[in-house]
């Protein structure tokens, strides 16, 4: 502990002396205003890039930067729905006193860089594999209680439901732990990928930007990335720091399930130093299907907190969090149920991260991620209080990078190492798996050269990964101790080829790997939220993905479009299969129907193939057009079967106009049959839904109101989504009206 804090008060002391060794400064203000009216604009963020320290526009438009060192600065402005601008300014000049900024308005955003998968900050069109990225203005649109319903109906990307609480993405039919969900790089830490019934330990109060990357993305993130990357950046530790006190307060209600929700996010930056906290809190009852019925024991309540710190000299970063989440919810079950069951999840999170830049060697800058998490649920009777099961989950991870010089011409590239190590515990007369211990340690490295018109990038990882068990008693059946090893090297290679200014045609070639995880490898039980005996497989072999990505993108400054096909061929996939055998304590195992069915892991060979395609339009200026379509087709080879839980193809409308004061829109929702189902897995009939939304802005002096209204399934079409968890008892919700009010400050 005094290692530590010796560290750390050595590290603010050197910052502090660094920053104030400068003899010369300035000052750099100026106006920031809309090209069409000419009027100012509030609220507008303004960054000088290089301090990495920025403010926000008053009432008047009017920004101002005080004692900045005499140099050359990239001042970035961004605003929501409207076109980022970089202006680079010297330090004393006339200039740096009197910037004009004029502001376009931008229904389609072209210009914004990726971070996810993507150490070299490239924007989208520039990538070998298909990325989405959802911006502020799209996450005040789709906002929701979880992380996956603002992803619904993007291009691959699916929703897993276990009613309105528990939802998790699923990208190009791969869900569960075949996709990788992270929060600002690292990964989440909660059991949502291990089962239907378990939810992602976030919020969902709008973060600052969602990224996916859609296929195997092994390369950067190793284990459970075979379907691909899901990011959830948040402003928890700070990047830059905005000067004075900022921040935002949001109220919200749903209609669906009488939900309130309320959260602050509140920032306060000075010099070198910027604070964060954000409070939350979600309380909702049963959700409703159409017609007014009530799906019985499906409400939710959340709360929870966070603080984060960082300190931004010039030559780097470095910044802490702590996180706290509290969750309860109950798994939906038809009324007069035998057992109902509701979890109540807590998790605590610490996370560290440092980054040193402009270092003159081989290596150009060196960036670490780390992190600390303490994740437990239970699962409890909501008759008789008692509690069937106790999971947790305790996580250590660190990610550390190196940038490092041109190794060829056009070149660059990082280097990078990786540990993870796990410790599972679950207890309680319904145990299903022993506790377990799970280690994982990888090294990696990623090159990108570019050429005239092509850019190549290419990369190897090498990963170990192993998971040991101790001897346990499950369901009255001795498991012997072990330990079983999984070792994988993942390769990738990627090409994108520039038609035109505006085009470019791309392939990635990939081999991605995931470990059998521990309920896969020694379930023994009954698992009472899914309804199920669980059985696993100790000779489970790891999954081995190989597949290639092709398509086009294309963009100019009214239209955005791209097309991709993929296929991939899966050796040894895992997948839970239905048995004709049931359990209960009684009979035990027997084939009369009676008790619960039971499942097994399995593997297969597979092939999973499909295409997504995405078309924005601006028609005229402010209104846009979005065409959105998805298939997804997956065969068990081994067994000349359909692959379960695959969605169904799907097709999307939206016309949406946008301005800086106010947005409307509708968004028609296409989703065909399913018939192409696995054996004893329910096909699901097709279904359409509209939603409308609007949106209104306004300003009191230097504040802004946000008012936001959206009307989900306008029509209360009942549905069932063949994702759903829960569809052989009840609908989708039904007809939701939400409002939420924004105070920007």
């Known amino acids: 502990m005094n290692s530590r804090m010796f560290f750390i008060l050595f590290f603010l002391t050197f910052s502090f002396l660094k920053s104030n060794a400068q003899s010369n400064y300035g000052t750099i203000k100026g106006k920031v205003f809309d090209l069409a009216d000419n009027e100012p604009l509030i609220g507008v963020n303004v960054l000088i890039k290089e301090l990495k320290t920025g403010t926000v526009t008053d009432k008047e438009g009017f920004f101002e930067f005080k004692n900045i060192a005499d140099g050359k600065y990239s001042l970035q402005f961004s605003y929501v729905a409207h076109k980022t601008d970089i202006k680079l300014i010297t330090v004393p000049s006339i200039e ?270 060196v960036d670490l991620k780390a992190g600390y998490l303490d994740y437990a649920h239970q699962e409890i009777s909501k008759i008789t209080g008692e509690v069937g099961t106790d999971f947790g989950l305790k996580t250590k991870s660190a990610d550390l990078s190196f940038l490092h010089q041109p190794l060829f011409r056009n070149s660059s590239g990082v280097i990078g190492f990786y540990g993870l190590i796990q410790n599972y515990s679950i207890t309680g007369e319904e145990a299903l798996t022993p506790n377990a211990d799970y280690y994982n340690y990888a090294a990696y490295f990623l090159e990108k050269i570019n050429f005239e018109n092509l850019s190549i990038s290419f990369g190897l990882r090498y990963e170990l990964n192993s998971v040991k068990f101790p001897v346990s008693v499950l369901t009255d059946s001795l498991f012997d101790e072990g330990k079983n090893d999984f070792n994988s090297l993942s390769a990738s290679a990627g090409f994108v080829y520039n038609l035109t200014g505006n085009t470019s045609i791309f392939t990635n070639f990939a081999n991605a790997f995931r470990a059998p995880t521990i309920e896969e490898l020694s379930s023994f039980g009954v698992h009472e939220a899914l309804a199920s005996f669980d059985i696993g497989n100790r000779d489970l072999k790891k999954e081995n993905s190989i597949g290639i990505d092709a398509g086009l993108k294309s963009q100019s400054d009214n239209y955005y479009l791209e097309i991709t096909g993929y296929y991939s061929k899966v050796f040894d996939l895992i997948y839970r299969k239905p048995l004709d055998l049931f359990y209960s304590e009684d009979l035990g195992f027997n084939a009369k129907d009676d008790g619960f069915q039971v499942h097994q892991y399995d593997k297969a060979d597979a092939i999973v193939y499909g295409f997504e395609s995405k078309l924005n339009y601006e028609v005229i200026k402010g209104f846009s057009a979005t065409l959105i379509s998805d298939f997804v087709r997956g065969k068990n080879q081994t067994a000349n079967e359909n692959l379960p839980q695959i969605p169904p193809f799907r097709f999307s409308v939206e016309a949406r106009y946008t301005s800086h004061n106010y947005w409307y829109g509708a968004v028609w929702k296409l989703a065909s049959e399913q018939n192409k189902v696995a054996v004893n897995e329910e096909l699901t009939p097709g279904y359409g839904l509209i939603d409308i939304y609007c949106g209104l802005k306004l300003y009191t002096d230097r504040f802004a109101h946000i008012f936001s209204l959206k009307v989900e399934n306008l029509l209360d079409q009942p549905y069932k989504d063949h994702l759903s968890a829960i569809k052989d008892f009840t609908f989708m919700p039904g007809r939701n009206i939400s409002l939420r009010y924004k105070f920007v400050f």
């Open 96 to 365: 740096s006193q009197n910037i004009i900024i004029n502001l376009e308005e931008a229904a389609i955003n072209l210009n914004e860089v990726i971070v996810t998968g993507n150490p070299f900050l490239s924007g989208s069109k520039d990538l070998s594999q298909t990325v989405i990225s959802i911006d502020k203005l799209d996450l005040i649109i789709k906002s929701g209680r979880t992380i996956a319903d603002a992803l619904d109906f993007q291009p691959g990307v699916s929703m897993r439901t276990n009613g309105i609480a528990v939802k998790r993405p699923v990208i190009r039919g791969f869900g569960n732990n075949k996709v990788l969900i992270l929060e600002d790089g690292l990964r989440m830490g909660d059991l949502s990928n291990a089962s239907a019934d378990h939810g992602i330990s976030d919020d969902g109060s709008e973060p600052e930007r969602i990224e996916v990357i859609e296929g195997p993305s092994s390369l950067l993130y190793g284990n459970n990335a075979i379907g691909g990357v899901v990011n959830i950046i948040t402003d928890a530790i700070p990047s830059s720091v905005q000067n004075g006190l900022n921040g935002e307060i949001q109220l919200g209600g749903e209609h669906v399930n009488n939900e309130y929700s309320g959260n602050a996010h509140i920032n306060y930056g000075i010099g070198l130093f910027s604070l964060h906290g954000k409070l939350f809190k979600r309380k909702g009852e049963d959700f409703k299907i159409s017609g007014g019925s009530k799906t019985f024991n499906s409400g939710l309540e959340t709360i929870g907190s966070q603080v984060g710190f960082s300190i931004l000299p010039e030559w780097g970063m470095a910044g802490l969090s702590f996180t706290d989440f509290n969750s309860k919810y109950g798994l939906p079950s038809p009324p007069g149920t035998g057992e109902v069951v509701y979890i109540d999840m807590h998790k605590r999170q610490y996370k560290l991260t440092g980054g040193v830049n402009k270092i003159n060697s081989f290596i150009t800058s």
